[in-house]
């Protein structure tokens, strides 16, 4: 008897159908799964045999043929473990008939996912957020989920969602013993992440200190330079207690990626809080995008709508800083994997620090520095002209004078700098309502035109700090759009002289690199 599940995929964050087909027949005994299965599914065969023995049913001794639809699509993962365990259940009269052997219509209702384990435990499995978003949009309205991931699937509406523990709870399901689906929540927006360290603690460095919140305010690309121990990497893990809340829209976006990747924290299961990402510099280029052998999505989108931190810049090889031109760019990043590609969402704010030279000590007050002008050079070539470009705010983090350092006093806390973040990034969400971009950072040419207009002061301004640093076209736009942050943090709706005078101060490494 041939049985047909309902199942669910994902090719990057979109999802489809998949109808899982069983048909057992006469024949050599055998298990096939066909439909271009990777080896996860292919395994699955062993575990679907084993759960379904250990959950008291019986596995048949003929020839099983199971088929998974559309054919053409590469189906990863064992997400597909239960629909091929209920189909085998069906198509042997185990499950989904009733006392008169008549097929009972319910099973149709469904749609599947989930991994087995040997026992019959349904498992976690790695995209359901992105699936139930997308079954939505398709016009699925029931879908039976592993428990593990029930937290994800509280604050998706308009879907009715049931969580199993066991291939046993599955079966009842479709023997028509209805249970309540999952209760469903609200997002909360409020919520706010915790950040290692606090500006309060952080002695001096005023300008620095003023150069995240503008960055945090209008999610600009930052890069420190400095001394060694001036409290550079100090001031990135400031980063996350200062970074404006996220939209809800921003929470369901990074939560898709996060969900397909699997480090979705499982207790919470949302994305609340800007990601804060500190891949090492020998992290590998596809650790970076993603990829490879299967479609995941790598740091570059696991920082979506939150801060990847690159510490000690020229340490990354060139090859890998040459990868984030693209994505800072345009805020998505292809991943390839055989013949086929995905984009994944990569919109993420780069803060980066650096030495100024090898030693360390090129422009200190206190140390000497060691350097060769070539040895300068050859470091400050390590990171590209074209990089440091799609940075907006460069920044000179001296060292700590001694009067700072040894003052008792704290500093203005995180919590009230984040307090004027939020106002700023609330101007830019009404600016920006109805467009697909929610910060300053991210306006395109349209936009400057329309947000950045100066008088003749500012122009003036601006075009000799062209004529004297000597900047790119790309300089000049990424100038324009700090200055509106700077005019939104001061709640000016003009950018105004002053506004691009800041602005220019923060683009001192256009001369060091060329
Ligand atoms: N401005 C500061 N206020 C308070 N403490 C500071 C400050 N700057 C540095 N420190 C102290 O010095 C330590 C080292 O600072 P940090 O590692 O941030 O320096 P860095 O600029 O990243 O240096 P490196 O270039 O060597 O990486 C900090 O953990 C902190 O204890
Ligand atoms: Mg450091
Ligand atoms: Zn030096």
Do not use: W
């Not at 489809?16 to 048909?23: G, K």
């Not at 699937?153 to 079966?171: F, N, S, W």
Request: glycine share 8%; net charge neutral.
């Amino acid at each position: 008897m041939l049985a047909r599940i309902n199942s669910y995929a994902l090719d990057g964050l979109n999802g489809y159908r998949v109808s899982v087909e069983v048909d057992v027949h006469s024949g050599i005994p055998k298990f096939e799964v066909v439909g271009l299965p990777d080896t996860a599914v292919k395994e699955s065969r062993e575990r679907v045999r084993s759960a379904i023995k250990n959950c008291g049913f019986y596995d048949t001794p003929r020839k099983v043929t199971v088929n998974l639809a559309p054919a053409n699509t590469k189906k990863a993962g064992p997400i597909f473990d239960l629909a091929i365990a209920l189909g085998l259940l069906c198509s042997t009269e185990q499950a989904g008939i009733d006392e008169n052997k008549r097929t009972l219509t319910t099973i149709e209702e469904y749609v599947f996912l989930g991994e087995l384990s040997l026992s019959g435990e349904v498992r976690h499995i790695n995209g359901v957020m992105p699936m139930l978003i997308s079954a939505r949009e398709h016009g699925i309205s029931k879908i039976v989920i592993p428990r593990a991931n029930a937290n994800e699937a509280k604050y998706i509406r308009g879907i009715e969602v049931y969580a199993v523990d066991t291939l046993a709870d599955a079966v009842s399901l479709i023997n028509g013993n209805r249970f309540a689906p999952i209760e469903k929540s609200e997002i909360d927006v409020n919520s706010v992440g915790s950040a290692v360290e606090d500006l309060k603690y952080v002695k001096g460095q005023y300008s620095a200190k003023r150069a995240l919140e503008i960055a945090a305010a209008g999610g600009h690309n930052i890069i420190m330079i400095g001394a060694p121990g001036g409290g550079k990497t100090m001031l990135a893990k400031c980063l996350p207690g200062i970074l404006p809340k996220m939209t809800e829209q921003e929470i369901l976006e990074t939560t898709k990626i996060h969900s397909i990747a699997g480090i979705l924290d499982e207790d919470c299961g949302i994305v609340t809080t800007r990601p804060f990402r500190t891949p090492h510099h020998t992290a590998s280029r596809i650790a970076l995008t993603g990829g490879s052998s299967s479609s995941r999505p790598g740091e570059i989108s696991f920082a979506h709508n939150g801060v990847m931190f690159l510490d000690e810049l020229p340490e990354y090889p060139r090859s890998v800083l040459e990868i984030l031109r693209q994505p800072l760019e345009d805020g998505v990043v292809t991943v390839s994997r055989a013949a086929r590609s995905v984009e994944y969402p990569a919109n993420f704010m780069l803060v980066a620090s650096m030495n100024p030279c090898p030693c360390g000590y090129k422009g200190s007050a206190t140390h000497e520095c060691s350097c060769s002008p070539s040895q300068i050079q050859k470091y400050m070539s390590r990171i590209s002209g074209p990089l440091l470009d799609r940075i907006d705010l460069h920044i000179e983090v001296d060292e700590v004078n001694y009067d700072d350092l040894s003052s008792g006093e704290l500093a203005e806390s995180s919590a009230a700098v984040r307090e004027r973040v939020n106002v700023a990034r609330g101007v830019q969400t009404k600016r920006f309502a109805g467009t697909s971009i929610y910060s300053n950072s991210k306006m395109t040419s349209e936009m400057i035109k329309k947000y950045c207009e100066l008088d003749s002061a500012g122009e003036k301004i601006l075009q000799s700090a062209f004529d004297k640093l000597g900047m790119s076209a790309r300089a000049y736009t990424r100038i324009l759009k700090v200055a509106r942050t700077i005019a939104d943090l001061e709640g000016s709706e003009k950018v105004s002289a002053k506004h691009i005078a800041e602005a220019v101060m923060y683009r001192s490494l256009d001369k060091a690199v060329r």
